[in-house]
């Protein structure tokens, strides 16, 4: 199985940026779709992106369309998000998550199997 751990969350004022990172270990990231979701205070957890095992797909949620981009490097087993024009509504903790390649995206977190612990985005007004 892998594991996922993410970094790159902090405190950011509204208008600018943050590049989330998902490392994996254990198995390679090829084997996996990734998805990004995140969970602000008294929400449910919520789909933000997902990116296919090759990085030709990829799908956002509307509210971070055109905002975020999500990539990823195989080589270097690590998934990133690129989060620019932040707002106060993008506070959350960050999850990524993956499922096998061959079972394609997905925005369902239902259908993720593997889950990094998170990291903590908060964008100031």
């Known amino acids: 199985q892998v594991q996922l751990v993410e970094s790159g969350g902090g405190l950011v004022q509204a208008g600018g940026s943050l590049r989330l990172s998902c490392a994996a270990s254990?198995?390679?990231?090829?084997?996996?779709?990734m998805g990004w979701f995140r969970q602000a205070p008294g929400k449910e957890r919520e789909f933000v992106a997902t990116i296919g095992w090759d990085g030709g797909t990829t799908h956002y949620a509307d509210s971070v369309k055109g905002r975020f981009t999500c990539s990823r490097d195989n080589a270097k087993n690590t998934v990133w998000l690129q989060m620019n024009s932040l707002e106060p509504g993008d506070t959350a903790v960050y999850y990524c998550a993956a499922r096998p390649y061959y079972q394609g995206v997905s925005r369902s977190q239902r259908d993720y199997t593997y889950w990094g612990q998170g990291t903590q985005v908060t964008v100031s007004s």
């Open positions: 254990g198995r390679s990231v090829s084997n996996y779709v």
